[in-house]
C-alpha cells in the first residue's frame, strides 16, 4: 500500500510539472539557456469615438513576478525572512513554498513594484528570480465591464472570461511559439536545441462599435436613476437602427475588470441586456401594432370603443388605470397605452398570423450578436394557442425576451422595415496589417418602408400627446414608447403586486434616426410608470447624443417661424 500511495505521489506530481507547468517551466529554462521565445503578447481592445478615432479598452501592462526555485534555495527560512516584508506575505507561506524539494519554480508574488523588485533583487539571494510578465489592464475601469469581460489567470495561463474577452480569445490570445529541443521537464527542464520551430504569433487587435463618450454618459444616467428610486438593477442600449452597430452597452449592477476577484456575487458579471429574459409591457404595442397595420387589418385612424376591459374565459384584462376610455383611434391605443386597445388590435390579425410577426421580429431566437451568453426569449407558450396568451402577449406580458431582442425589433421600424444583426467588433486587425472588417448585415425584412413610417408617426403623436410628451427635445421629432411590466411571482399564483419592470424607448430624428435608446429599469421604487421614472433620462441621453453628433434639427421650435 506504501508503495501504491509513493507511486501516486510520484506520478501526480510528473503531470503536475510536464503538463499543467510546463508551458511555465519551457519559459524559465530557455530564458536560463539564452534562448527564450517571448510570449505573444494579447491583443488590445479598443473603443472608437464619432471620428473613428480609437480609444485603448483593453490594454497590456508589463508587471513583476517574483519567482522562486525551491531546490536551488538551501535556507528556506533565511530567504523568506528576506523578502516577507518587502512583498508583503506571511513568512510562514513563503517558507512552505520554499522546502519543497526538488521543486523547480513556484510563483511567490505578482504585480510586485519595481522599487521591491529592485530591492530584491539586490540580496543577491540565489534560486530567486525576479521577471517581467504582461497582464491585462482596462483603462477605464467599469467602463463598458459587460462588453469587455476580463482575462482570467489560472495557473499562469490566461482565458477570457465573459464578454469580447470570451467570444474572440482565440483571436486575442495569439499563438505560443516552439523551441526545439526543449524536453525532459521531471529532470528540470535541460535545453538540447537551439532551432525555433514555430515563432510566436501576437494577439489580434479589435476594435468595438462601443463608443466611449455615449458608453460613459449612457453608465451615468443608469447609475443616476437607479440610485433615485432603489432599482435592484436596469441596462441601456443605445444602438443605431439603420445598420445595427450597437453603440452603448450598460448593465447595473457592474464591476471593475481589473478587480474581478473581489466581486462577491457573481451575478454582476452576467450582461443583463443579452443574457437576461424580461417581460418588458407596453413596449411591445408598437410591434402589435405595425404588424396589424403592415397586414392592412387596421390604419392609424381605425376606431374600437374600449369599456374599460375585455374578458377572456375566466380572466379579465384591465387598461392600467381600470377605466373605459369610450371611442378611441388606433394612434389613441399607443398615446394612452390602452391594453384593451392592443388585444383589439391582435384579434385583428389573428393568432396564428400574429405568432409569425412575433417570429418575424426576431423573438423566440437570438438576435445573433458577437457576444457570449446570448438567450433567446421565450415565447413557448403561444404554442399551445390559448387566447388568452395571445391577448397578453399584444401588450407585453406573458412572454419573454431580452432587451437586445426588444432594442432590435423597434430598430426594424425606425430604420423602414429590416430586422438587424446587432454586432460590437468592427475590426479585426494583425501585425502584418491584416483587417477583417463586419458589415451591416439585414436578417430580413419585417414590414414594409409605408408601415414603419406610419407607425413612427403614431410615435411621434405618442410623445407629443401622450404620456411620454416629457421625452420631447426642442426641434427634434422623437418616436418613443414607455413600458410597465409585472414581475411573475417566482412561488407562482400569477403576478406580483410591488414588483415592476420599467422600460423606455426612443429614436431619434424620429424619420432619419441615428440613434435609438432602450432603458431598463427593474424593480424600481416609490414611482408606479414608466412614464414617470425613465422619461427624463431618456431625454438627457438623447439630448446628449444630438449634440454630441452635431445632429441639425429637423423641425421648427415652438414659437419660431410659422
Known amino acids: ?151 482570467k489567470f489560472d495557473a499562469d495561463e490566461e482565458s477570457g472570461e465573459y464578454g469580447i474577452e470570451r467570444a474572440f480569445n482565440k483571436s486575442l490570445a495569439g499563438e505560443t511559439g516552439i523551441l526545439e529541443g526543449i524536453t525532459d521537464p521531471a529532470e528540470y527542464i535541460v535545453t538540447l536545441g537551439k532551432r525555433i520551430v514555430h515563432p510566436e504569433t501576437n494577439g489580434k487587435n479589435i476594435v468595438l462599435t462601443i463608443d466611449p463618450n455615449i458608453q460613459k454618459r449612457a453608465e451615468e444616467k443608469l447609475k443616476a436613476v437607479m440610485e433615485k428610486y432603489t432599482a435592484e438593477g436596469g441596462t441601456v442600449t443605445v444602438v443605431e437602427p439603420s445598420t445595427g452597430r450597437i453603440l452603448a452597452l450598460a448593465g447595473a449592477p457592474s464591476f471593475d475588470p481589473n478587480n474581478y476577484g473581489s466581486a462577491k456575487d457573481l451575478g454582476v458579471f452576467m450582461n443583463r441586456v443579452v443574457e437576461s429574459n424580461y417581460e418588458l409591457g407596453s413596449v411591445m404595442k408598437p410591434i402589435t401594432m405595425a404588424s396589424a397595420i403592415n397586414e392592412g387589418v387596421v390604419r392609424p385612424g381605425t376606431t374600437y370603443d374600449d369599456t374599460g376591459e375585455v374578458k377572456i374565459g375566466g380572466y379579465r384584462i384591465q387598461n392600467f388605470d381600470g377605466k373605459p376610455h369610450g371611442v378611441q383611434t388606433m394612434t389613441n391605443v399607443l398615446e394612452k397605452s390602452l391594453n384593451t386597445g392592443a388585444v383589439f388590435v391582435e384579434r385583428k390579425i389573428g393568432n396564428p398570423r400574429f405568432l409569425e410577426y412575433l417570429k418575424l421580429f426576431g423573438f423566440g431566437e437570438k438576435a445573433g450578436i458577437d457576444m457570449p451568453g446570448e438567450v433567446a426569449g421565450n415565447i413557448s407558450n403561444l404554442a399551445a394557442g390559448r387566447e388568452i396568451d395571445f391577448a397578453t402577449a399584444s401588450f407585453g406580458q406573458g412572454i419573454a425576451v431580452t432587451p437586445l431582442q426588444m432594442a432590435m425589433a423597434l430598430s426594424a421600424i425606425a430604420n423602414g422595415g429590416n430586422l438587424m444583426k446587432p454586432y460590437v467588433v468592427e475590426k479585426i486587425m494583425d501585425d502584418s496589417g491584416g483587417v477583417v472588417e463586419f458589415k451591416p448585415e439585414v436578417r430580413r425584412r419585417v414590414i414594409s418602408t409605408e408601415t414603419a413610417e406610419t407607425v413612427t408617426q403614431m410615435l411621434v403623436s405618442v410623445v407629443e400627446n401622450g404620456f411620454e410628451h416629457r421625452a420631447d427635445v426642442p426641434g427634434y421629432f422623437i418616436a418613443a414608447k414607455t413600458g410597465t411590466a409585472q414581475i411573475p411571482d417566482p412561488n407562482g399564483g400569477g403576478y406580483s403586486k410591488d414588483d415592476f419592470i420599467h422600460s423606455f424607448m426612443g429614436y431619434a430624428p424620429a424619420f432619419e434616426p441615428r440613434f435609438l435608446i432602450f432603458i431598463q429599469l427593474v424593480k424600481p421604487r416609490g414611482v408606479n410608470f414608466a412614464s414617470n421614472s425613465l422619461t427624463s433620462t431618456f431625454r438627457e441621453l438623447a439630448n446628449y447624443i444630438i449634440n454630441y453628433y452635431g445632429i441639425l434639427p429637423d423641425r421648427p421650435v415652438l414659437g419660431e417661424g410659422r
Open 1 to 151: 500500500m506504501a508503495f501504491v500511495i509513493i507511486a501516486a505521489s510520484v506520478a501526480s506530481r510528473l503531470f503536475y510539472l510536464q503538463v499543467l507547468r510546463y508551458k511555465d517551466l519551457v519559459t524559465v529554462a530557455a530564458k536560463q539557456s539564452g534562448r527564450a521565445i517571448d510570449p505573444p503578447r494579447r491583443g488590445t481592445i479598443y473603443f472608437q469615438d464619432k471620428n473613428e478615432v480609437l480609444v485603448a479598452a483593453a490594454i497590456n501592462r508589463e508587471y513583476s513576478t517574483l519567482i522562486a526555485s525551491p531546490r536551488l534555495i538551501a535556507d528556506p527560512a533565511n530567504t523568506a525572512s528576506q523578502i516577507s516584508s518587502l512583498i508583503e506575505v506571511p513568512q510562514e507561506e513563503i517558507e512552505r513554498k520554499l522546502s519543497q524539494e526538488n521543486d523547480p519554480y513556484e510563483v511567490l508574488e505578482r504585480k510586485i513594484d519595481d522599487a521591491v523588485a529592485a530591492k530584491i533583487a539586490g540580496l543577491g539571494l540565489k534560486g530567486l528570480v525576479v521577471e517581467k510578465q504582461s497582464r491585462r489592464m482596462y483603462p477605464g475601469n467599469e467602463l463598458g465591464a459587460h462588453v469587455l469581460g476580463f482575462v
